[in-house]
């Protein structure tokens, strides 16, 4: 059973850390405020059902209360004829008559009280929503400028400026070696790159006559 009990563990962890990382802050507060607009649709439905409940009760009161009244001049009617089996008759069922508009009242009473308990719970919810709404607003801003500063980060840590700091300088130092291969290709002293081979008469008399002279010597 331990073991189980530890692989039912890992499992769960690795799903909510899966979730964890596929939930989007903004995904998620739409979500909820869906939920939320739903559980006051509801909300709404149960009032107007329980509007239509009161206004049916109401509307059995009246009928009963004008019941009662035709009982009552039909009992009075029947003893003037003297009929008094036939007012005992509408006696009775006028006083039973009294009895169910004494319930009736009793349950229109206890609708109302429900209809006042889901009415507050609609305002307790739509105002909830509302708070939802504006507090969604601003943590919608708060989550871009998060995301916003994780891509630069994430830039940063990519790329980083001392290597891009470091490769400016390499190409900075190809550059100089470029350009002092130009200055020493183009210099007029470099003796790779004299165009004047003329050697003057003189110069090859002195030096034939400084041969001589050490001919001589020896």
């Known amino acids: 059973m331990g073991i189980f009990k530890r692989i039912k ?20 507060l739409n979500e909820y405020l869906r939920e939320m607009e739903q559980e006051l649709n509801k909300a709404q439905s149960a009032i107007s059902k329980q509007l239509f409940a009161e206004n049916k009760q109401a509307a059995l009161i009246a009928e009963t209360t004008e019941y009662i009244g035709q ?14 089996a036939a007012a005992k008759l509408a006696i009775q069922e006028k006083i039973n008559l009294e009895q169910q508009l004494s319930l009736y009242k009793q349950q229109l009473d206890a609708i109302k009280e429900q209809t006042i308990v889901l009415q507050d719970k609609f305002s307790e919810l739509q105002n909830t929503l509302n708070e939802l709404k504006q507090k969604k607003t601003v ?3 708060r989550a871009n400028v998060a995301k916003n500063s994780k891509q630069i980060q994430n830039i940063t840590v990519s790329f980083g400026a001392d290597s891009i700091f470091r490769g400016v300088t390499r190409m900075e130092e190809k550059i100089l070696f470029l350009e002092a291969e130009v200055q020493v290709g183009g210099n007029p002293l470099n003796p790779l790159n004299s165009t004047d081979t003329t050697v003057s008469e003189e110069a090859i008399a002195d030096e034939l006559n400084k041969l001589k002279g050490e001919k001589d010597a020896i």
């Open 139 to 141: 943590l919608v801003s």
């Open 71 to 84: 009982r009552t001049r039909q009992a009075a009617l029947a003893l003037q004829k003297g009929d008094e």
């Open 9 to 28: 563990t890992i499992t769960t962890s690795g799903i909510n850390g899966l979730l964890d990382k596929t939930e989007d802050p903004i995904v998620m």
